[in-house]
């Protein structure tokens, strides 16, 4: 078994972590918020995000001033690094 209690176990390089979530096409996304409702659309936390990771591919660059914003998919969704091509293995923030 998969103790999913324990964070390190969800990792997708691992193991098979999609088998025991539901597919992101069943999710009512009208019952979650907009990216924009959360952190993720924060400068200051995503600056640092980006600063301390170096995770340039999961972070948009907006406006004159450069704004750091996280990069969403369907509005709702940020994907890890190691999910990023491969989506469907994986769980989103």
Known sequence: GLSLDFY?????????????????????????????GTLLMDPVEMGIYAEMTGDLDGVVFEGAGGSVVAKCWQNHFWYAPACRQSPSRCWPF
């Open 8 to 36: 390190r176990e969800l990792n997708a390089s691992w193991n098979d972590v999609k088998r025991y979530f539901a597919d992101l096409d069943s999710v009512d996304k009208s019952r979650l918020r907009f990216c924009n």
